[in-house]
């Protein structure tokens, strides 16, 4: 399964859908919030992809989770915009809050700084702004095989 992973869009619709159409094998979208109405259009337009979409820290009135917890392939993936977990000051909080969760996976944005690790059992993305010419995004493959994470450049 191919996941794209977005987030930090701060009203940037057209390059997130310019991100989606680039990949047409991610069954999943997850956005990880500072885009609710970005997101939104992206479920009307793509309504056969499952789109995650959490909270922001400028998501302003949003009524999304602060943390989505979806289990998809066999792995548990918890999904965070990551202010929550003060993650501009370390990686720690996060880290431990997807471990008390059991997760597999924890995916969270905020800083707009692309980083992907892998941790004693924990794989660990942050996709970067999906946000105009220098954006980045996430892929995460999950498959039979193992599980991949990758950060591309915006085209």
């Known amino acids: 399964?191919?996941?794209?992973?977005?987030?930090?869009?701060?009203?940037?619709f057209q390059t997130l859908k310019r991100v989606v159409l680039?990949?047409?094998?991610?069954?999943?979208?997850?956005?990880?919030?500072?885009g609710e109405e970005q997101a939104d259009a992206i479920k009307m337009m793509f309504p056969n992809k499952m789109v995650v979409n959490v909270k922001g820290n400028c998501d302003w009135g949003s009524t999304l989770p602060m943390v989505e917890i979806k289990n998809l392939e066999g792995k548990k993936i918890m999904a965070t915009h990551g202010h929550l977990y003060n993650?501009?000051?370390?990686?720690?909080e996060a880290i431990y809050a997807a471990r008390e969760q059991q997760a597999d996976i924890?995916?969270?944005?905020?800083?707009?700084?692309?980083?992907?690790?892998?941790?004693?059992?924990?794989?660990?993305?942050n996709p970067g702004s999906c946000h105009g010419s220098y954006g980045t995004y996430g892929i995460l493959d999950i498959t039979k095989a193992g599980i991949v994470t990758n950060v591309i450049k915006v085209h």
């Open 1 to 12: 399964m191919r996941i794209l992973v977005a987030s930090d869009t701060h009203g940037d």
């Open 22 to 34: 680039s990949q047409p094998t991610a069954d999943v979208i997850i956005h990880l919030g500072d």
């Open 87 to 92: 993650v501009k000051m370390g990686y720690l």
């Open 106 to 125: 924890l995916l969270f944005g905020h800083t707009h700084m692309p980083f992907t690790d892998y941790d004693d059992g924990l794989y660990i993305m």
